[in-house]
Protein backbone atom coordinates (compact mmCIF):
# COMPACT_ATOMS: atom_id res chain seq x y z
CA UNK A 1 0.00 0.00 0.00
CA UNK A 2 1.50 3.42 -0.68
CA UNK A 3 1.53 6.28 1.30
CA UNK A 4 -0.81 8.04 -0.68
CA UNK A 5 -3.42 5.03 0.10
CA UNK A 6 -2.18 4.79 3.75
CA UNK A 7 -3.70 8.82 4.04
CA UNK A 8 -6.46 8.08 1.88
CA UNK A 9 -7.48 4.87 3.92
CA UNK A 10 -6.67 6.53 7.65
CA UNK A 11 -8.69 10.09 6.29
CA UNK A 12 -11.72 7.60 5.81
CA UNK A 13 -11.42 5.77 8.91
CA UNK A 14 -11.59 9.17 10.74
CA UNK A 15 -14.70 10.41 8.89
CA UNK A 16 -16.18 7.28 9.37
CA UNK A 17 -15.40 7.46 13.38
CA UNK A 18 -16.04 11.17 13.45
CA UNK A 19 -19.80 9.98 11.87
CA UNK A 20 -20.65 7.66 13.70
CA UNK A 21 -19.60 8.70 17.36
CA UNK A 22 -20.97 12.19 16.77
CA UNK A 23 -24.08 10.90 14.91
CA UNK A 24 -25.07 8.26 17.43
CA UNK A 25 -23.40 10.92 20.71
CA UNK A 26 -26.65 13.96 18.88
CA UNK A 27 -29.23 11.14 19.04
CA UNK A 28 -28.75 9.33 22.00
CA UNK A 29 -31.21 7.82 24.33
CA UNK A 30 -32.86 4.96 26.22
CA UNK A 31 -35.28 2.32 24.55
CA UNK A 32 -38.15 0.57 26.90
CA UNK A 33 -36.91 -2.21 25.16
CA UNK A 34 -33.29 -1.32 26.25
CA UNK A 35 -34.53 -1.24 29.79
CA UNK A 36 -35.68 -5.06 29.65
CA UNK A 37 -32.19 -5.57 29.34
CA UNK A 38 -30.59 -3.68 32.50
CA UNK A 39 -33.44 -5.55 34.62
CA UNK A 40 -31.38 -8.77 33.73
CA UNK A 41 -28.51 -6.76 34.57
CA UNK A 42 -29.45 -5.78 37.79
CA UNK A 43 -30.66 -9.28 38.76
CA UNK A 44 -27.39 -10.79 37.62
CA UNK A 45 -25.81 -7.88 40.10
CA UNK A 46 -27.87 -9.01 42.60
CA UNK A 47 -27.08 -12.92 42.52
CA UNK A 48 -30.42 -13.97 41.15
CA UNK A 49 -29.08 -15.11 38.08
CA UNK A 50 -29.26 -14.51 34.12
CA UNK A 51 -33.39 -13.74 34.79
CA UNK A 52 -35.94 -11.40 34.49
CA UNK A 53 -37.62 -12.02 37.65
CA UNK A 54 -36.02 -13.38 40.65
CA UNK A 55 -37.35 -17.24 40.65
CA UNK A 56 -38.29 -17.41 37.41
CA UNK A 57 -35.95 -18.72 34.82
CA UNK A 58 -36.66 -16.41 31.18
CA UNK A 59 -34.15 -14.89 28.96
CA UNK A 60 -36.09 -12.10 28.16
CA UNK A 61 -33.15 -10.53 26.25
CA UNK A 62 -32.17 -11.87 22.32
CA UNK A 63 -28.39 -11.03 23.14
CA UNK A 64 -26.96 -13.43 25.21
CA UNK A 65 -23.69 -11.46 25.32
CA UNK A 66 -25.13 -7.84 25.27
CA UNK A 67 -26.51 -8.56 29.08
CA UNK A 68 -22.60 -9.56 30.40
CA UNK A 69 -20.64 -7.25 28.96
CA UNK A 70 -22.95 -4.36 30.53
CA UNK A 71 -23.15 -6.57 33.82
CA UNK A 72 -19.12 -7.10 33.30
CA UNK A 73 -18.88 -3.19 32.94
CA UNK A 74 -21.17 -2.15 36.17
CA UNK A 75 -18.82 -5.05 38.55
CA UNK A 76 -15.56 -3.00 37.55
CA UNK A 77 -16.67 0.64 37.58
CA UNK A 78 -20.13 0.44 39.97
CA UNK A 79 -21.53 2.98 37.06
CA UNK A 80 -24.93 3.72 36.62
CA UNK A 81 -26.82 0.65 33.95
CA UNK A 82 -27.79 3.15 31.47
CA UNK A 83 -24.92 5.20 31.30
CA UNK A 84 -22.64 2.15 30.37
CA UNK A 85 -25.27 0.91 27.98
CA UNK A 86 -25.18 4.13 26.34
CA UNK A 87 -21.33 4.37 26.42
CA UNK A 88 -20.86 0.78 25.26
CA UNK A 89 -23.32 0.64 22.09
CA UNK A 90 -22.03 3.81 21.05
CA UNK A 91 -18.27 2.77 21.58
CA UNK A 92 -18.93 -0.47 20.04
CA UNK A 93 -20.64 1.59 16.96
CA UNK A 94 -17.77 3.64 16.36
CA UNK A 95 -15.09 0.59 16.81
CA UNK A 96 -17.51 -1.18 13.77
CA UNK A 97 -17.45 1.71 11.58
CA UNK A 98 -13.20 2.37 12.19
CA UNK A 99 -13.04 -1.56 11.44
CA UNK A 100 -15.01 -2.03 8.70
CA UNK A 101 -13.41 1.17 6.72
CA UNK A 102 -9.79 -0.25 7.47
CA UNK A 103 -11.07 -3.62 6.34
CA UNK A 104 -12.50 -2.49 2.78
CA UNK A 105 -9.46 0.15 2.62
CA UNK A 106 -7.25 -3.34 2.87
CA UNK A 107 -9.45 -5.02 0.45
CA UNK A 108 -8.23 -2.74 -2.10
CA UNK A 109 -5.23 -1.97 -1.13
CA UNK A 110 -5.35 1.42 -3.46
CA UNK A 111 -6.04 4.86 -2.47
CA UNK A 112 -9.94 4.73 -1.54
CA UNK A 113 -12.49 7.18 -0.75
CA UNK A 114 -16.01 6.76 1.36
CA UNK A 115 -18.95 5.50 0.53
CA UNK A 116 -21.15 2.70 2.09
CA UNK A 117 -20.56 4.16 5.26
CA UNK A 118 -22.31 7.93 4.11
CA UNK A 119 -25.15 5.25 3.18
CA UNK A 120 -25.69 3.58 6.39
CA UNK A 121 -24.93 6.58 9.17
CA UNK A 122 -27.45 9.11 7.17
CA UNK A 123 -29.76 7.09 8.26
CA UNK A 124 -31.92 8.49 11.61
CA UNK A 125 -32.33 4.76 12.42
CA UNK A 126 -28.83 3.80 12.02
CA UNK A 127 -28.03 6.97 14.42
CA UNK A 128 -30.71 6.32 16.93
CA UNK A 129 -29.75 2.63 17.75
CA UNK A 130 -26.05 3.30 18.07
CA UNK A 131 -26.98 4.00 21.70
CA UNK A 132 -31.21 2.83 22.84
CA UNK A 133 -29.78 0.02 25.31
CA UNK A 134 -30.38 -2.64 22.67
CA UNK A 135 -27.30 -4.94 21.13
CA UNK A 136 -27.06 -2.91 17.64
CA UNK A 137 -23.45 -1.67 18.54
CA UNK A 138 -22.18 -4.75 19.48
CA UNK A 139 -23.96 -6.60 16.71
CA UNK A 140 -22.41 -4.37 14.05
CA UNK A 141 -18.87 -4.55 15.67
CA UNK A 142 -19.41 -7.95 15.12
CA UNK A 143 -20.05 -7.84 11.89
CA UNK A 144 -17.24 -5.44 11.07
CA UNK A 145 -14.62 -7.63 13.23
CA UNK A 146 -15.81 -10.63 11.16
CA UNK A 147 -15.31 -8.85 7.68
CA UNK A 148 -11.53 -7.69 8.76
CA UNK A 149 -10.85 -11.08 9.76
CA UNK A 150 -11.86 -12.39 6.07
CA UNK A 151 -10.33 -10.38 4.39
CA UNK A 152 -7.25 -11.05 6.39
CA UNK A 153 -7.87 -14.76 5.40
CA UNK A 154 -8.34 -14.26 1.82
CA UNK A 155 -5.71 -11.45 0.72
CA UNK A 156 -3.16 -12.64 -0.96
CA UNK A 157 0.44 -12.45 0.23
CA UNK A 158 -0.81 -13.69 3.78
CA UNK A 159 -0.82 -17.20 3.20
CA UNK A 160 1.96 -17.70 6.34
CA UNK A 161 -1.05 -15.89 8.47
CA UNK A 162 -4.17 -17.80 6.43
CA UNK A 163 -4.16 -20.74 9.33
CA UNK A 164 -4.16 -18.71 12.61
CA UNK A 165 -6.00 -16.34 11.09
CA UNK A 166 -8.77 -18.62 9.96
CA UNK A 167 -8.60 -20.45 13.51
CA UNK A 168 -9.40 -16.75 14.96
CA UNK A 169 -12.26 -16.55 12.29
CA UNK A 170 -13.90 -19.42 13.30
CA UNK A 171 -13.94 -18.58 16.87
CA UNK A 172 -15.19 -15.40 16.21
CA UNK A 173 -18.22 -17.50 13.95
CA UNK A 174 -18.57 -19.93 16.76
CA UNK A 175 -19.50 -15.92 19.00
CA UNK A 176 -22.00 -15.06 16.22
CA UNK A 177 -24.86 -17.05 18.30
CA UNK A 178 -24.47 -15.49 21.19
CA UNK A 179 -24.62 -11.55 19.69
CA UNK A 180 -27.86 -12.26 18.03
CA UNK A 181 -29.56 -16.04 16.69
CA UNK A 182 -29.88 -14.46 13.26
CA UNK A 183 -25.89 -13.77 13.10
CA UNK A 184 -25.76 -17.46 13.27
CA UNK A 185 -26.39 -17.47 9.31
CA UNK A 186 -23.45 -15.52 9.21
CA UNK A 187 -20.77 -17.71 11.53
CA UNK A 188 -22.41 -20.76 10.05
CA UNK A 189 -21.78 -20.14 6.93
CA UNK A 190 -18.29 -19.13 7.21
CA UNK A 191 -17.37 -22.28 8.97
CA UNK A 192 -18.51 -24.14 5.65
CA UNK A 193 -16.35 -21.64 3.89
CA UNK A 194 -13.76 -22.28 6.05
CA UNK A 195 -14.11 -26.13 5.95
CA UNK A 196 -14.33 -26.31 2.32
CA UNK A 197 -11.15 -24.27 2.19
CA UNK A 198 -9.11 -27.24 4.32
CA UNK A 199 -9.29 -29.46 1.33
CA UNK A 200 -10.02 -32.38 3.48
CA UNK A 201 -7.10 -31.87 5.67
CA UNK A 202 -8.32 -33.43 9.30
CA UNK A 203 -5.88 -31.81 11.14
CA UNK A 204 -7.01 -28.17 10.07
CA UNK A 205 -11.05 -29.03 10.19
CA UNK A 206 -10.50 -30.13 13.59
CA UNK A 207 -8.53 -26.84 14.93
CA UNK A 208 -11.68 -25.09 13.46
CA UNK A 209 -14.06 -27.07 15.04
CA UNK A 210 -12.73 -26.80 18.16
CA UNK A 211 -12.23 -23.10 17.84
CA UNK A 212 -15.72 -22.41 16.66
CA UNK A 213 -18.01 -24.99 18.67
CA UNK A 214 -16.88 -25.08 22.24
CA UNK A 215 -18.16 -21.83 23.69
CA UNK A 216 -21.72 -21.61 21.69
CA UNK A 217 -22.14 -25.40 22.63
CA UNK A 218 -21.49 -24.86 26.47
CA UNK A 219 -23.75 -22.07 26.66
CA UNK A 220 -26.57 -23.95 24.43
CA UNK A 221 -26.50 -26.77 27.04
CA UNK A 222 -26.29 -24.42 29.64
CA UNK A 223 -29.62 -22.47 27.82
CA UNK A 224 -31.70 -25.74 27.42
CA UNK A 225 -30.90 -26.83 31.09
CA UNK A 226 -31.27 -23.40 32.81
CA UNK A 227 -34.17 -22.16 30.88
CA UNK A 228 -35.48 -24.72 28.88
CA UNK A 229 -35.19 -23.62 25.42
CA UNK A 230 -33.47 -23.67 22.38
CA UNK A 231 -33.48 -20.11 21.61
CA UNK A 232 -33.97 -16.81 23.60
CA UNK A 233 -37.49 -16.74 25.09
CA UNK A 234 -37.86 -13.57 22.70
CA UNK A 235 -38.25 -16.24 20.01
CA UNK A 236 -40.73 -17.93 21.12
CA UNK A 237 -43.38 -14.95 22.22
CA UNK A 238 -42.49 -13.13 18.86
CA UNK A 239 -43.00 -16.51 16.75
CA UNK A 240 -39.51 -15.88 14.92
CA UNK A 241 -40.01 -19.55 12.87
CA UNK A 242 -43.77 -18.31 11.43
CA UNK A 243 -44.30 -16.45 8.11
CA UNK A 244 -45.76 -13.19 7.45
CA UNK A 245 -44.42 -11.81 4.06
CA UNK A 246 -46.93 -8.93 3.64
CA UNK A 247 -45.81 -7.67 6.51
CA UNK A 248 -42.17 -7.98 5.93
CA UNK A 249 -42.66 -6.07 2.54
CA UNK A 250 -44.67 -3.26 4.23
CA UNK A 251 -41.63 -3.20 6.94
CA UNK A 252 -39.47 -2.70 3.93
CA UNK A 253 -41.32 0.20 2.19
CA UNK A 254 -40.87 1.55 5.10
CA UNK A 255 -37.41 1.92 5.29
CA UNK A 256 -36.82 2.88 1.83
CA UNK A 257 -39.85 4.84 1.17
CA UNK A 258 -38.78 8.40 3.74
CA UNK A 259 -35.55 8.18 2.72
CA UNK A 260 -35.13 7.15 -1.03
CA UNK A 261 -33.04 4.34 -0.05
CA UNK A 262 -33.14 2.61 -2.94
CA UNK A 263 -31.39 5.39 -5.24
CA UNK A 264 -28.03 4.72 -3.56
CA UNK A 265 -28.85 0.99 -3.43
CA UNK A 266 -29.14 1.12 -7.07
CA UNK A 267 -25.69 2.80 -7.05
CA UNK A 268 -24.11 0.62 -4.49
CA UNK A 269 -25.10 -2.49 -6.16
CA UNK A 270 -23.67 -1.19 -9.57
CA UNK A 271 -20.40 -0.60 -8.18
CA UNK A 272 -20.89 -4.48 -5.92
CA UNK A 273 -20.89 -5.62 -9.96
CA UNK A 274 -18.20 -3.41 -11.39
CA UNK A 275 -16.12 -4.07 -9.01
CA UNK A 276 -16.58 -7.75 -8.12
CA UNK A 277 -15.48 -8.37 -11.93
CA UNK A 278 -11.79 -7.80 -10.94
CA UNK A 279 -11.92 -9.81 -7.93
CA UNK A 280 -10.57 -13.51 -8.28
CA UNK A 281 -9.69 -16.88 -5.75
CA UNK A 282 -10.41 -16.36 -2.29
CA UNK A 283 -10.95 -12.58 -2.73
CA UNK A 284 -13.94 -13.28 -4.54
CA UNK A 285 -14.97 -15.97 -2.19
CA UNK A 286 -15.34 -13.38 0.52
CA UNK A 287 -17.36 -10.96 -0.88
CA UNK A 288 -19.74 -13.53 -1.96
CA UNK A 289 -20.22 -14.67 1.37
CA UNK A 290 -20.85 -10.91 2.34
CA UNK A 291 -23.46 -10.58 -0.74
CA UNK A 292 -25.31 -14.52 0.38
CA UNK A 293 -25.66 -13.98 4.21
CA UNK A 294 -26.86 -10.11 3.81
CA UNK A 295 -29.06 -11.46 1.50
CA UNK A 296 -30.47 -14.65 3.30
CA UNK A 297 -30.86 -12.34 6.23
CA UNK A 298 -33.11 -9.75 4.09
CA UNK A 299 -34.83 -12.28 3.17
CA UNK A 300 -35.24 -13.76 6.93
CA UNK A 301 -37.01 -10.42 8.07
CA UNK A 302 -39.18 -10.20 5.11
CA UNK A 303 -40.48 -13.80 6.16
CA UNK A 304 -40.97 -13.23 9.86
CA UNK A 305 -42.67 -9.83 9.07
CA UNK A 306 -40.14 -7.67 9.93
CA UNK A 307 -40.29 -5.52 13.27
CA UNK A 308 -42.30 -2.80 14.93
CA UNK A 309 -39.25 -0.43 15.08
CA UNK A 310 -39.15 2.10 12.35
CA UNK A 311 -35.52 0.12 10.28
CA UNK A 312 -34.24 -1.65 12.86
CA UNK A 313 -33.56 -5.24 11.93
CA UNK A 314 -32.57 -3.55 8.56
CA UNK A 315 -29.83 -2.33 9.91
CA UNK A 316 -27.65 -5.24 10.29
CA UNK A 317 -28.02 -6.69 6.85
CA UNK A 318 -27.68 -3.49 4.93
CA UNK A 319 -23.97 -2.72 7.41
CA UNK A 320 -23.01 -6.29 5.60
CA UNK A 321 -23.88 -5.91 2.29
CA UNK A 322 -22.05 -2.48 2.12
CA UNK A 323 -18.90 -4.00 3.96
CA UNK A 324 -16.88 -4.05 0.71
CA UNK A 325 -18.31 -0.69 0.01
CA UNK A 326 -17.34 0.96 3.16
CA UNK A 327 -14.90 3.06 0.98
CA UNK A 328 -14.10 2.36 -2.43
CA UNK A 329 -10.91 2.68 -5.08
CA UNK A 330 -11.37 6.49 -5.91
CA UNK A 331 -11.13 7.35 -9.80
CA UNK A 332 -14.00 10.28 -11.83
CA UNK A 333 -16.60 7.33 -12.38
CA UNK A 334 -16.66 6.17 -8.32
CA UNK A 335 -16.13 10.25 -7.69
CA UNK A 336 -18.87 11.28 -9.10
CA UNK A 337 -21.00 8.38 -7.58
CA UNK A 338 -19.74 9.19 -4.34
CA UNK A 339 -20.34 12.96 -4.77
CA UNK A 340 -23.63 12.19 -5.54
CA UNK A 341 -24.14 9.76 -2.64
CA UNK A 342 -22.60 12.92 -0.57
CA UNK A 343 -25.14 15.26 -1.63
CA UNK A 344 -28.20 12.57 -0.82
CA UNK A 345 -27.07 12.11 2.34
CA UNK A 346 -26.34 15.49 3.15
CA UNK A 347 -30.21 15.65 2.62
CA UNK A 348 -31.20 13.17 4.60
CA UNK A 349 -29.16 14.17 7.70
CA UNK A 350 -30.50 17.51 7.38
CA UNK A 351 -34.42 16.38 6.79
CA UNK A 352 -34.17 13.49 9.14
CA UNK A 353 -37.32 10.97 9.33
CA UNK A 354 -40.70 12.43 8.55
CA UNK A 355 -42.98 11.81 11.41
CA UNK A 356 -47.04 11.63 11.88
CA UNK A 357 -47.66 12.74 15.55
CA UNK A 358 -51.18 11.67 15.05
CA UNK A 359 -50.17 8.07 14.37
CA UNK A 360 -48.79 8.48 18.00
CA UNK A 361 -51.90 9.05 19.54
CA UNK A 362 -54.04 6.17 17.91
CA UNK A 363 -54.34 2.85 19.74
CA UNK A 364 -53.85 1.43 15.97
CA UNK A 365 -49.54 1.72 15.79
CA UNK A 366 -47.92 -0.59 13.70
CA UNK A 367 -44.66 0.56 12.63
CA UNK A 368 -43.25 3.53 14.44
CA UNK A 369 -40.37 5.80 14.59
CA UNK A 370 -39.30 4.37 18.24
CA UNK A 371 -37.05 7.00 19.33
CA UNK A 372 -39.60 9.79 18.44
CA UNK A 373 -42.68 8.05 19.91
CA UNK A 374 -41.40 7.62 23.21
CA UNK A 375 -40.28 11.28 23.10
CA UNK A 376 -43.66 12.23 22.31
CA UNK A 377 -45.14 9.36 25.39
CA UNK A 378 -42.46 10.60 27.96
CA UNK A 379 -43.41 14.71 27.32
CA UNK A 380 -39.90 15.17 27.05
CA UNK A 381 -38.91 18.15 25.07
CA UNK A 382 -38.53 18.04 21.29
CA UNK A 383 -34.50 17.28 21.20
CA UNK A 384 -34.38 15.05 24.80
CA UNK A 385 -35.76 11.94 24.59
CA UNK A 386 -35.70 9.78 27.77
CA UNK A 387 -32.03 8.60 28.39
CA UNK A 388 -32.84 7.01 32.45
CA UNK A 389 -35.27 4.78 33.93
CA UNK A 390 -37.02 7.66 35.31
CA UNK A 391 -37.55 9.69 32.43
CA UNK A 392 -40.38 7.34 31.67
CA UNK A 393 -42.67 8.01 34.89
CA UNK A 394 -44.02 10.89 33.16
CA UNK A 395 -45.83 7.84 30.74
CA UNK A 396 -49.50 8.37 31.10
CA UNK A 397 -49.77 4.61 32.11
CA UNK A 398 -47.34 4.36 34.61
CA UNK A 399 -49.63 7.05 35.94
CA UNK A 400 -48.52 10.26 38.76
CA UNK A 401 -49.32 7.76 41.31
CA UNK A 402 -46.74 4.77 40.26
CA UNK A 403 -44.52 5.16 43.54
CA UNK A 404 -47.09 5.72 46.04
CA UNK A 405 -49.30 2.60 44.92
CA UNK A 406 -45.95 0.00 44.87
CA UNK A 407 -44.86 1.66 48.02
CA UNK A 408 -48.74 0.28 49.12
CA UNK A 409 -48.93 -2.82 47.44
CA UNK A 410 -45.71 -3.53 49.58
CA UNK A 411 -47.47 -2.50 52.60
CA UNK A 412 -50.45 -4.40 52.35
CA UNK A 413 -48.46 -7.54 50.55
CA UNK A 414 -51.17 -7.17 47.68
CA UNK A 415 -51.11 -9.93 45.64
CA UNK A 416 -51.54 -7.56 42.29
CA UNK A 417 -50.84 -4.17 40.63
CA UNK A 418 -53.25 -3.62 37.75
CA UNK A 419 -53.80 -1.30 35.63
CA UNK A 420 -56.74 0.99 35.62
CA UNK A 421 -58.44 3.98 32.99
CA UNK A 422 -59.73 6.57 35.09
CA UNK A 423 -60.69 8.86 31.88
CA UNK A 424 -60.65 8.94 28.67
CA UNK A 425 -61.62 12.31 27.41
CA UNK A 426 -60.73 14.74 27.58
CA UNK A 427 -57.50 13.44 28.60
CA UNK A 428 -55.85 10.14 29.40
CA UNK A 429 -55.56 8.92 33.39
CA UNK A 430 -54.85 6.18 34.81
CA UNK A 431 -53.63 4.70 38.24
CA UNK A 432 -53.37 1.06 39.19
CA UNK A 433 -55.46 -0.63 41.34
CA UNK A 434 -54.20 -3.04 44.64
CA UNK A 435 -55.61 -6.52 44.46
CA UNK A 436 -55.46 -8.88 47.65
CA UNK A 437 -54.02 -11.83 48.29
CA UNK A 438 -56.14 -15.34 49.04
CA UNK A 439 -55.61 -16.80 52.59
CA UNK A 440 -56.00 -20.07 51.24
CA UNK A 441 -53.59 -22.20 51.78
CA UNK A 442 -51.93 -22.68 48.70
CA UNK A 443 -48.32 -22.85 46.75
CA UNK A 444 -49.26 -19.04 44.86
CA UNK A 445 -49.00 -17.63 47.85
CA UNK A 446 -45.19 -17.74 46.77
CA UNK A 447 -46.01 -15.57 44.44
CA UNK A 448 -44.39 -11.88 44.82
CA UNK A 449 -46.84 -8.73 44.23
CA UNK A 450 -47.06 -8.97 40.83
CA UNK A 451 -48.27 -6.39 37.74
CA UNK A 452 -48.45 -6.38 34.13
CA UNK A 453 -47.74 -3.91 31.25
CA UNK A 454 -46.92 -4.69 27.53
CA UNK A 455 -44.00 -1.64 28.20
CA UNK A 456 -41.87 -4.35 29.84
CA UNK A 457 -39.32 -2.06 30.36
CA UNK A 458 -40.26 1.23 32.02
CA UNK A 459 -41.98 -0.68 34.66
CA UNK A 460 -39.30 -2.99 35.67
CA UNK A 461 -36.66 -0.73 36.38
CA UNK A 462 -38.94 1.70 38.20
CA UNK A 463 -39.64 -1.32 40.28
CA UNK A 464 -37.85 -3.07 43.00
CA UNK A 465 -36.26 -6.48 42.40
CA UNK A 466 -39.19 -8.10 44.74
CA UNK A 467 -41.62 -6.53 42.49
CA UNK A 468 -42.71 -9.40 39.68
CA UNK A 469 -42.92 -7.70 36.80
CA UNK A 470 -44.79 -9.20 33.14
CA UNK A 471 -45.99 -8.16 30.12
CA UNK A 472 -48.94 -9.17 28.24
CA UNK A 473 -47.28 -10.37 25.20
CA UNK A 474 -44.77 -12.71 26.44
CA UNK A 475 -40.95 -11.27 26.26
CA UNK A 476 -40.91 -12.21 30.09
CA UNK A 477 -43.70 -14.39 30.83
CA UNK A 478 -44.13 -18.17 29.41
CA UNK A 479 -47.62 -17.92 29.23
CA UNK A 480 -47.92 -15.38 27.23
CA UNK A 481 -45.59 -16.36 24.73
CA UNK A 482 -47.46 -19.28 24.28
CA UNK A 483 -50.94 -18.41 23.39
CA UNK A 484 -51.79 -18.14 20.07
CA UNK A 485 -50.81 -14.97 17.45
CA UNK A 486 -53.38 -12.50 16.44
CA UNK A 487 -53.39 -12.63 12.33
CA UNK A 488 -54.32 -9.03 12.57
CA UNK A 489 -52.20 -8.19 15.14
CA UNK A 490 -48.89 -5.50 15.56
CA UNK A 491 -45.90 -7.67 14.69
CA UNK A 492 -43.49 -8.41 17.70
CA UNK A 493 -47.03 -7.94 19.79
CA UNK A 494 -49.50 -10.14 18.24
CA UNK A 495 -49.53 -12.24 21.63
CA UNK A 496 -52.26 -11.41 24.21
CA UNK A 497 -52.47 -12.50 27.88
CA UNK A 498 -56.08 -12.08 28.91
CA UNK A 499 -56.88 -10.52 32.39
CA UNK A 500 -58.31 -13.71 33.60
CA UNK A 501 -55.30 -15.41 32.72
CA UNK A 502 -53.51 -13.01 34.53
CA UNK A 503 -54.69 -12.47 37.55
CA UNK A 504 -54.97 -16.38 38.08
CA UNK A 505 -51.32 -16.84 37.93
CA UNK A 506 -50.69 -14.84 40.97
CA UNK A 507 -52.21 -15.09 44.56
CA UNK A 508 -55.21 -12.94 44.17
CA UNK A 509 -58.20 -13.69 45.78
CA UNK A 510 -60.57 -14.00 42.59
CA UNK A 511 -63.76 -13.77 44.98
CA UNK A 512 -62.49 -10.49 45.46
CA UNK A 513 -62.05 -9.50 41.83
CA UNK A 514 -63.36 -6.05 40.27
CA UNK A 515 -66.30 -5.91 38.30
CA UNK A 516 -64.34 -6.13 34.62
CA UNK A 517 -62.91 -9.47 35.01
CA UNK A 518 -65.05 -12.28 34.73
CA UNK A 519 -64.75 -14.88 38.03
CA UNK A 520 -65.34 -17.86 36.31
CA UNK A 521 -62.74 -17.34 33.68
CA UNK A 522 -60.29 -16.41 36.26
CA UNK A 523 -61.36 -19.87 38.07
CA UNK A 524 -61.00 -21.66 35.29
CA UNK A 525 -57.33 -20.04 33.87
CA UNK A 526 -56.21 -20.85 37.48
CA UNK A 527 -57.95 -24.66 37.24
CA UNK A 528 -55.73 -24.78 33.95
CA UNK A 529 -52.63 -23.95 34.85
CA UNK A 530 -52.75 -27.20 36.89
CA UNK A 531 -53.05 -29.35 33.95
CA UNK A 532 -49.61 -31.79 33.53
CA UNK A 533 -49.01 -29.70 30.03
CA UNK A 534 -48.77 -26.11 31.33
CA UNK A 535 -48.02 -27.03 35.00
CA UNK A 536 -45.02 -28.39 33.05
CA UNK A 537 -43.97 -25.34 30.98
CA UNK A 538 -44.20 -23.35 34.54
CA UNK A 539 -41.69 -25.80 36.31
CA UNK A 540 -38.96 -25.45 33.70
CA UNK A 541 -38.62 -21.74 34.84
CA UNK A 542 -39.68 -22.30 38.24
CA UNK A 543 -38.62 -25.49 39.51
CA UNK A 544 -36.35 -24.80 41.95
CA UNK A 545 -32.66 -25.69 39.85
CA UNK A 546 -31.14 -29.07 40.53
CA UNK A 547 -30.05 -32.26 38.28
CA UNK A 548 -33.17 -33.72 37.69
CA UNK A 549 -34.60 -30.17 37.09
CA UNK A 550 -31.99 -29.15 34.28
CA UNK A 551 -32.46 -32.85 32.27
CA UNK A 552 -35.96 -32.25 32.42
CA UNK A 553 -35.34 -29.22 30.92
CA UNK A 554 -33.18 -30.09 28.23
CA UNK A 555 -35.70 -32.90 27.55
CA UNK A 556 -38.34 -30.37 27.40
CA UNK A 557 -36.38 -27.84 24.92
CA UNK A 558 -36.07 -30.46 22.28
CA UNK A 559 -39.71 -31.82 22.56
CA UNK A 560 -42.61 -29.59 24.02
CA UNK A 561 -40.64 -26.88 24.06
CA UNK A 562 -40.02 -26.06 20.56
CA UNK A 563 -44.01 -26.15 19.95
CA UNK A 564 -45.96 -25.75 22.29
CA UNK A 565 -49.13 -23.26 22.03
CA UNK A 566 -51.61 -23.19 25.12
CA UNK A 567 -55.36 -22.42 23.74
CA UNK A 568 -56.45 -18.99 25.38
CA UNK A 569 -60.03 -21.35 25.82
CA UNK A 570 -59.21 -22.36 29.61
CA UNK A 571 -62.01 -25.11 29.41
CA UNK A 572 -59.44 -27.13 26.85
CA UNK A 573 -58.01 -28.25 30.06
CA UNK A 574 -60.56 -28.80 32.49
CA UNK A 575 -62.69 -31.88 33.24
CA UNK A 576 -66.21 -31.95 33.89
CA UNK A 577 -65.42 -32.37 37.90
CA UNK A 578 -63.72 -29.79 37.77
CA UNK A 579 -66.07 -27.50 35.72
CA UNK A 580 -68.48 -28.27 38.71
CA UNK A 581 -66.35 -27.07 41.44
CA UNK A 582 -65.82 -23.72 39.26
CA UNK A 583 -69.57 -23.28 39.14
CA UNK A 584 -70.37 -23.94 42.17
CA UNK A 585 -67.99 -20.91 43.24
CA UNK A 586 -65.33 -23.18 44.49
CA UNK A 587 -61.20 -22.33 43.27
CA UNK A 588 -60.39 -25.71 42.63
CA UNK A 589 -57.22 -24.09 40.81
CA UNK A 590 -55.51 -23.24 44.19
CA UNK A 591 -54.47 -26.78 44.48
CA UNK A 592 -53.21 -28.90 42.07
CA UNK A 593 -49.89 -29.48 40.21
CA UNK A 594 -47.23 -27.39 41.70
CA UNK A 595 -46.75 -24.42 39.90
CA UNK A 596 -45.03 -21.93 42.45
CA UNK A 597 -42.31 -22.73 45.11
CA UNK A 598 -41.55 -20.82 48.19
CA UNK A 599 -37.65 -21.36 47.63
CA UNK A 600 -37.02 -19.15 44.86
Known sequence: MTKNARISLIVSAIIAGFFAFYGGWQRRWMSDDGLIVLRTVRNLLAGNGPVFNAGERVEANTSTLWQ???????????????????????????????VAVLASGKYYGGIVAPFGILIYFALPPARDFSTSGLEW???????????????????????????????????WSGLSWLVRPELALYGGLTGIVLLAATRGNWKQILGILAAALPLPAAYQIFRMGYYGLLTPHTAVAKSASDSEWGAGFGYAWDLL?????????????????????????????????????AALHVLYILRVGGDFMHGRMWLLPLFAFLLPLMVVPLNKVTGAIIAAVA?????????????????????????????EFWSNATL?????????????????????????????????????????????????????ALLPRTTAETDLKAQPTTLYLINLGMTSMNADLDVRVLDTVGLSTPLAA????????????????????????TAVDLDQLPSWIDETEAKQARAALRSPEIAELLATSREPMSFERFWKNIKFSLTDGRTLEISDNALNYLDMETKEKINAGEDPGLAGNQIAWLDR
Do not use: C
Open 68 to 98: YMIAAVAWVTDGRLETIAMWLALGLTTIAAV
Open 137 to 171: GLSLAWIAVWWALLVSWAKPGGKRAQLPVGYWLAF
Open 257 to 293: APYALYLPLIAAVGLAIWLGKSTHGRERTIVALVYVV
Open 343 to 371: VWASVIVVRAHPIDWEEFETEELTIVDER
Open 380 to 432: SEPGHPPQYAEDFLPAKVLSPDWHTRLDQAREQNSAQMILISLQQEPEERYSW
Open 482 to 505: RMPRNPDGRIGHDKHLPLEWQVAD
